[in-house]
């Protein structure tokens, strides 16, 4: 049987789960593409590292170019993260025609277009499965299975670190700063947590998934973000009493020839199939105008699930699958927004004395926002109570015009929060 030979960039967590399925799994693989899968040569950091990858010791090198020059290696697969030297490395692997797997979401948003134009002069494969939501095979779905549909929304739960820190924060009471250190002391949380808590991470992943599946590239700089750092446990209690539950969601909708796209936390109806998406657990919904409704669900990250999604476009490319070719298109079919119509839901801090809601209810009326809610509550102490509410659909900029002018009222404490809310109608 022949025997193709790969070169990986990397042995870290996804590496070794990618080696440990090859072994796992030999026979499998080997029916299935009728040929035998062989690790030929690892680049990594350090060499003298303790690994467990089972791999002989002489198989690790610190030069990327003994891999990206041996001709007898077909596949390259890229995984040490980070923009730089992965795309340099990409890119001369390319330029030998040597067929690229890589799970670099930062890479792949970043400059998925241009790598995609140089394996297509180069007659060579980039494929990236791997890079949005781990195990879950959505790329490749997008843009194959469901090729024939126009999208309506794709909207994801994309990052398992925010997901696992606001269901612990939801179902065991924990306040942001524990349920990160939870996170961190089971790995699903890096010691710098900022990509994850920030939404930088969910950006990268919905910038891949709404250029292909919108078929036309879409720039991080386009997409606002805003992470989950400043939720607390009094905004997750009062969604939950309000029957909604708070997730980072990743959206990007199509609205007559605009798409509306960004990075919020966000209130969903309790009901909704996105809410029963917990701990390290992703999921992504969209509608297709043939195929309607769907959802994807299943393990984001981790080594072999990870591993799997990576050996999938391994064996696609060795089917000789047309999956692979040009997916960000650069054309501008749809201008990029953001403007919401959204209700939002908003905690404020007050002085707690009568007039206080009326006050704020008209100045919300003034700037043409009506009120779906209101919650009041018992003072913290102090002589400040929290005050709620929840407004009817509004453009953010006249929910920010009418907080400005209720910024400076003195019975206002602070404007605690503000987190939009998402009924999927
Ligand atoms: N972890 C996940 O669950 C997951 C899920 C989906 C996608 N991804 C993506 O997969 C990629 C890999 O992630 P990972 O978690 O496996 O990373 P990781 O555990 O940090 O491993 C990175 C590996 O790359 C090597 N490396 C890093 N920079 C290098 C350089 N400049 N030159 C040579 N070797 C270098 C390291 O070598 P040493 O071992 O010698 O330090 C290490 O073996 C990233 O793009 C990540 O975003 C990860």
Do not use: W
Not at 132 to 152: K, R
Request: charged fraction near 25%; aromatic fraction near 6%.
């Amino acid at each position: 049987m022949e025997t193709v030979k790969l070169g990986i960039l990397g042995m870290g967590t996804v590496a070794s789960g990618l080696v440990k399925i090859i072994e796992l799994n030999n026979s499998k693989i080997s029916d299935s593409i009728g040929k035998k899968l062989c690790v030929e040569k690892v680049l990594v950091r350090n060499p003298n590292k303790k690994r467990n990858s089972g791999l002989p010791q002489n198989i690790y090198t610190t030069d990327a170019y003994e891999i990206i020059n041996d001709p007898d290696i077909q596949i390259i697969v890229e995984l040490i993260g980070g923009i730089d030297p992965a795309r340099e490395h990409i890119k001369a692997a390319l330029k030998n025609k040597k067929h690229i797997v890589t799970a670099n979401k930062a890479l792949i948003a970043a400059c998925g277009g241009e790598l995609e134009e140089l394996a297509a002069i180069n007659g060579a494969k980039l494929m990236y499965e791997a890079s949005v939501a781990g195990g879950i095979p959505i790329i490749n779905t997008i843009s194959e299975n469901l090729a024939a549909n126009e999208f309506d929304q794709i909207t994801g739960i994309v990052n398992g670190t925010t997901n696992y820190i606001l269901t612990q924060m939801t179902e065991n009471g924990l306040e942001y700063e524990q349920a990160l250190k939870e996170a961190q002391r089971l790995g699903f949380a890096e010691s710098d947590p900022s990509s994850d808590v920030e939404g930088d991470d969910a950006v990268y992943k919905i910038a891949i998934l709404a250029s292909i599946a919108f078929g036309q590239e879409i720039k991080i700089k386009d997409i606002p973000k805003e992470g989950i750092t400043k939720i607390s446990r009094e905004d997750i209690n009062y969604a939950r009493e309000l029957d909604y539950r708070i997730k980072l969601l990743a959206s990007a909708v199509k609205k007559g020839n605009e798409i509306e796209i960004g990075v919020h936390p966000t209130f969903i109806p309790a009901k909704h199939p996105l809410s029963t998406v917990k701990n390290e657990f992703n999921a992504v919904f969209l509608k297709g105008n043939a195929v309607g409704e769907l959802m994807f669900y299943g393990k984001g990250a981790g080594s072999l699930p990870t591993g799997s999604a990576i050996l999938g476009d391994i064996i696609s490319i060795l089917k000789g699958g047309k999956t692979g070719c040009h997916k960000f298109k650069k054309i501008e079919k749809y201008k990029i927004t953001y403007n919401a119509f959204k209700p939002y839901y908003i905690r404020f801090e007050v002085i707690d004395k009568p007039g206080v809601l009326g006050k704020i209810a008209d100045a919300f009326g003034a700037n043409g926002i009506s009120l779906a809610s209101v919650m009041q509550r018992q003072k913290n102490g102090d002589n400040i109570a929290p005050l709620v509410f929840i407004t009817h659909a509004a453009y953010r900029k006249n929910i920010d015009a009418a907080l400005k002018e209720i910024n400076k009222f003195e019975c206002v404490a602070k404007i605690a929060d503000i987190i939009m809310v998402e009924n999927f109608e």
